[in-house]
């Protein structure tokens, strides 16, 4: 079956478990790629410039708004731009790639809007808010700041969960992968 030209779209709150399960899909998965997306917040430790993002200072990102270069970007947190190239994702079609996105819940319900049924979009559910801020707090991955920033946003973002076509409660994470595999392969093959 011709699986090219699909798209497969996380989103959820910061913490609620999007990078985990993507990464689990692109290992199983040899035609999922990730679109790296550009932002404009600092690089953290376990993190590498153009695999997890292309790391680019403001005024980069704000040449490539000019220049038309994105498909969507959001300032999500303040002073904070994220946005997915078209350069992305042109070239993972060019290796009859599957698109993979980790985006914010507007930027999710913008390429949703672009690309309708060739995309799906899933929401990832934390068990609760205060597993997801655990779960943010063990990560250990923000400043003061930034984790304040994130939880702050949190319980709006959840309020988005019905939009998508699917929910994917992050509880016991070998549930969640299991479920993120079954959603992809249905999504892929109708199976
Ligand atoms: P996001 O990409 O949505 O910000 P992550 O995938 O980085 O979230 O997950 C946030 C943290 O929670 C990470 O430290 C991850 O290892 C952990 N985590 C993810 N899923 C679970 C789970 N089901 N149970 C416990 N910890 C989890
Ligand atoms: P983080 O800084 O934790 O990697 O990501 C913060 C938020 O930005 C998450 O909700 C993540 O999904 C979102 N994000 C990452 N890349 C993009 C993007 O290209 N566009 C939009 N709109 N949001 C993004």
Redesign the pocket.
């Given at each position: 079956m011709d699986i090219t030209g699909k798209l497969l779209l996380?989103?959820?709150?910061?913490?609620s478990g999007?990078?985990t399960l993507v990464h689990h899909l692109l290992k199983i998965h040899p035609r999922l790629k990730f679109?790296v997306?550009?932002?404009t917040?600092p690089m953290?430790e376990t993190e590498k410039n153009g695999v997890?993002?292309h790391f680019l200072s403001v005024d980069e990102f704000k040449k490539k708004i000019e220049a038309n270069e994105?498909v969507?970007?959001?300032e999500?947190?303040k002073d904070?731009f994220?946005?997915?190239?078209k350069s992305e994702i042109e070239k993972i079609w060019m290796n009859n790639g599957i698109a993979v996105?980790?985006?914010?819940?507007?930027?999710?319900l913008?390429m949703k809007k672009i690309f309708g049924d060739r995309l799906l979009s899933v929401f990832v559910m934390p068990p609760s808010v205060d597993e997801l801020h655990n779960r943010l707090r063990t990560r250990n991955?923000?400043t003061a700041a930034?984790f304040e920033a994130?939880i702050a946003k949190s319980e709006h973002?959840l309020t988005y969960a019905f939009r998508f076509d699917q929910v994917i409660k992050n509880d016991q994470l070998e549930d969640a992968l299991a479920d993120a595999e079954r959603i992809m392969e249905k999504f892929l093959y109708n199976s």
């Open positions: 996380f989103c959820g709150p910061s913490g999007k990078t679109s997306s550009a932002t917040r953290r997890d993002y994105f969507e970007w959001e999500v947190y904070r994220y946005g997915t190239l996105f980790d985006v914010d819940v507007e930027g999710g913008k991955s923000e930034s994130r973002e």
